[in-house]
């Protein structure tokens, strides 16, 4: 029996409420200072009520940002950091759920360890490869002397190189690995019934035709939900791209973002700022009201 506790419900409410205003209202002043002129944001005290200046403000951050090509770099980017986490996530999960070897165990907790350890701890060896991808394979050959062997045999001096700077797969590939995704699956895979796997053996599916046939089809909504969140943050990447884009009409919306703060003794134009920070948030924004139904049932639904 449910027992009714009006206070509880008043107090949970109002904890609601605060934690909606909280959210809302740095929100609410971006898009006010998105409406003012330069001395309107500049002036003191705030204004809370809007302006009439946003379409000229939005046409200026636009133009000023170079936003047609910052969107398609971080669209790109964004969409292939969610497949690739997608795919990566899966095919891991698939792995150690439903193939028995020894380490898969310790295969899964190293996987999950990684959580402890963001992007900017590993920032210094991650840039290291993207500026070389083959530099491992090229101290192997030289470990090994068989360089100078295939010098010394036929003249040619091997000299392995792969760089990745300013290009998408070195925007891309150091995102891909995710230990959420990989947990969010594997958590899915162990509810699926062993009649169903066993079912599938005696129809003489594979194992790549029961990840295909049964098992994708019945994680659309842990795939909808890890999607949302990974969209949401390879869209707001801003450190990875911001080292690994030397050429800044190469960068991605977050980085541009952050040139077109004011800087120096002028009057800073907060409003311009405001007004590219508000095109900047619509791309995930429509992503997240879009797929919330799929987004919560992924998170909360229990039985498939």
């Not at 409420?17 to 998105?34: D, E, I, K, R, T």
């Not at 884009?245 to 703060?261: D, G, H, Q």
């Not at 429509?286 to 992924?298: D, E, H, S, T, Y």
């Amino acid at each position: 029996m449910v027992e009714r506790r009006p206070w509880l419900d008043i107090f949970t409410h109002a904890l609601l409420l605060l934690s909606a205003v909280a959210l809302l209202v740095p929100v609410w002043l971006a898009f006010v200072a998105a409406t003012k002129d330069v001395v309107g944001v500049n002036s003191v005290p705030i204004h809370w009520l809007p302006g009439p200046r946003l379409t000229e403000n939005v046409a200026e951050a636009w133009r000023r940002g170079g936003f047609a090509s910052r969107f398609t770099t971080s669209l790109i980017v964004a969409v292939g950091v969610t497949l690739g986490k997608i795919v990566l996530a899966m095919l891991a999960a698939f792995a150690i759920v439903f193939f028995s070897w020894r380490a898969r165990v310790l295969v899964f907790w190293a996987i999950f360890i990684t959580l402890m350890l963001p992007l900017e701890v590993r920032i210094v060896p991650t840039y290291a490869v993207a500026a070389n991808a083959l530099a491992p394979f090229q101290a192997i050959l030289d470990a090994a002397g068989l360089t100078g062997l295939i010098e010394a045999v036929s003249g040619i001096h091997v000299a392995l190189q792969w760089r990745l700077l300013n290009s998408y797969p070195g925007l891309i590939l150091p995102l891909i690995a995710t230990a959420t995704g990989t947990f969010l699956y594997r958590q899915f895979f162990l509810t699926i019934p062993e009649e169903l796997v066993e079912a599938a053996k005696m129809d003489g599916a594979g194992a790549l035709r029961f990840l295909w046939d049964v098992l994708v089809p019945l994680s659309r909504t842990t795939m909808a939900a890890l999607a949302t969140i990974m969209f949401v943050y390879a869209w707001n990447q801003y450190l990875w791209p911001l080292l690994v884009t030397t050429e800044p009409e190469r960068s991605t919306v977050m980085v541009e973002l952050s040139r077109m703060v004011p800087r120096g003794d002028g009057l800073p134009e907060w409003n311009i700022v405001m007004a590219g920070a508000l095109l900047a948030m619509l791309p995930p924004l429509a992503v997240v009201v879009l797929m919330q139904r799929w987004f919560v049932r992924g998170l909360v639904q229990t039985e498939k």
